[in-house]
């Protein structure tokens, strides 16, 4: 490893901080990061749609599950770049077999819900450790780490953020004569169209988080090993020792050797060696006063918990277990300590989403939180429409009892005028419920959606019925038998109680 061709300033720095670091890389190098994730992870998504085109749920979820197998390649390329070793897309994705399956199973089952999955990652992609080896580094690295575990937590909520963005941009950037996306259904009972775009967003917003989860988890591993090793110092030196090669670069053989011959005449040399000679003790003072010094270093204290309790039972040699016992230890452990990570994320994630769905519904009903809710929400409310697809709606064009009109155009034969009467009469009638709002633009396939969604379900199949039978005799031409149209007549009575033409 040549430290001296790092990218970036080596120096002791807080969790936090280093995963500012991270992010800071991650913004950088955002684009080749960015593509190698969707190189990876294209393929996987396109080929899990066409084996399950019926079932789009376990598309993304097969994604999802996956992502241990794109983030080694984007550490790997990390890794070079910091180091001034900047590989293009395809030289890193030749390295794909060598990164990759290392220890692929592992990743996949027992440690793909390890919380710390970030950090712990360059021990395998870059230290090569496997086993007992492995563990023992992540117990010295790990020692008091909690960021890590905080960093996924963050990025779960992240995506989930981006994700319901992405639905609430497609929503809202619809006009409103071509909406035909409904929020309510989009979030809570999306159709197969709507679970397609949901998991696009899935997908967008993984691709977008993925390089900053990456490169954060690596500046917490480079920190680490930083303070363990002291990188920062051996830094220091280095360069020291490369300004005094430079300075002494400048001075000719012959000059060293009579400054050197100069100085053994003179009996210097004699004089400076019995001067360099220190008591021990003197020693000792003079270093404890170095290290007392503050600018040489500082104390940090760690509090952490430790069992101190003594063991009745002498611990098994670990030789003497059997490699199927050690297997399953490691896979109960990993997965115990997965899981209560995860279920600590959804927990959170399940009260994110609560919340935010509190807001939305507090947000759609604001008007009936004001003082004298009903009378505002009504002045509110837009409009009723004067005419919808060419038939008249207002008040005073309809008789007092629609009902009983009907059934004497139908005594006279007129079919067509009754059925427009009563279908007129119940559009009415429905436009008077709070939240039926209905535009001058809409169809009559949309009023029957819109009135399925708010209004009761008898009154909805009635219009349902209605709607059938006017739209066949308004554009087929096909007029209904009268004894049927007295028969939606008496429907209305019963489901509207007779209510008058003249609404207010």
Not at 117 to 132: A, D, I, Q, W, Y
Not at 210 to 225: C, D, E, I, S, W
Not at 361 to 381: D, E, H, M, P, T
Request: hydrophobic fraction near 50%; proline fraction near 4%.
């Amino acid at each position: 490893m040549e430290l001296d061709k790092i990218a970036v300033t080596v120096r002791p720095r807080t969790p936090w901080e280093a995963i500012d670091l991270g992010f800071t890389m991650a913004r950088a190098w955002f684009v080749p990061l960015w593509l190698l994730w969707l190189t990876l992870a294209l393929p996987i998504y396109l080929l899990s749609a066409l084996f399950l085109s019926e079932q789009p749920i376990w598309v993304i979820v097969i994604v999802w599950w996956c992502k241990p197998a794109y983030e080694p390649l984007l550490l790997f390329w990390l890794s070079r770049a910091l180091f001034a070793d900047k590989l293009g897309l395809a030289g890193t994705l030749k390295q794909a077999k060598k990164v990759i399956p290392g220890q692929l199973l592992a990743n996949l089952t027992w440690r793909r819900f390890n919380p710390n999955r970030s950090f712990n990652m360059p021990v395998t992609v870059l230290e090569k450790l496997k086993g007992k080896a492995r563990k023992k580094r992540l117990a010295v690295l790990g020692r008091g780490q909690q960021a890590g575990t905080w960093l996924t937590i963050a990025g779960m909520h992240f995506e989930i953020i981006l994700e319901v963005s992405f639905v609430f941009l497609i929503v809202i950037m619809l006009p409103e004569e071509l909406r035909w996306l409904d929020l309510d259904n989009f979030l809570f009972n999306p159709g197969r169209l709507e679970q397609w775009l949901q998991h696009l967003g899935d997908l967008l917003a993984m691709s977008l988080i993925a390089p900053f989860y990456v490169a954060a988890g690596f500046a917490l591993y480079l920190t680490r090993r930083t303070e363990l090793e002291a990188w920062d110092i051996e830094i220091a030196f280095r360069r020291l020792i490369n300004r005094k090669q430079a300075r002494w670069s400048g001075l000719s053989a012959a000059a060293l050797l009579l400054l050197f011959c100069g100085g053994l005449l003179s009996g210097g040399y004699a004089a400076d060696a019995t001067a360099a000679e220190l008591d021990v003790r003197e020693a000792k003072t003079t270093i404890q006063q170095v290290l007392d010094d503050p600018a040489f270093g500082k104390h940090k204290q760690v509090t952490y918990w430790k069992f101190i309790g003594a063991d009745d039972q002498p611990d098994a040699h670990p030789e003497d277990e059997h490699w199927l016992v050690k297997w399953i230890v490691q896979l109960m452990e990993g997965f115990a300590q997965g899981f209560a990570a995860f279920g600590k994320g959804v927990l959170l994630m399940v009260a994110g989403v609560l919340l935010a769905w509190l807001l939305y519904k507090a947000w759609a009903n604001r008007a009936f939180l004001v003082i004298g809710s009903l009378s505002s929400a009504r002045q509110n409310r837009k409009p009723k429409p004067a005419t919808l697809f060419g038939l008249k709606l207002e008040s005073h064009s309809l008789p007092d009892d629609i009902a009983g009109a009907c059934r004497q155009l139908l005594q006279q034969g007129e079919i067509r005028q009754a059925l427009s009467l009563l279908y007129r009469g119940v559009l009415v009638a429905l436009l008077q419920h709070e939240r039926l709002e209905i535009p001058d633009s809409a169809t009559e396939g949309e009023c029957v959606e819109r009135v399925l969604a708010v209004c009761p379900a008898d009154q909805g199949a009635f219009f349902v019925r209605l709607t059938r039978l006017w739209v066949a005799a308004a554009y087929g031409h096909r007029l209904p038998d009268a004894q049927l149209v007295v028969g939606l007549c008496g429907e209305w009575e019963q489901l509207f109680g007779g209510v008058s033409g003249h609404v207010e």
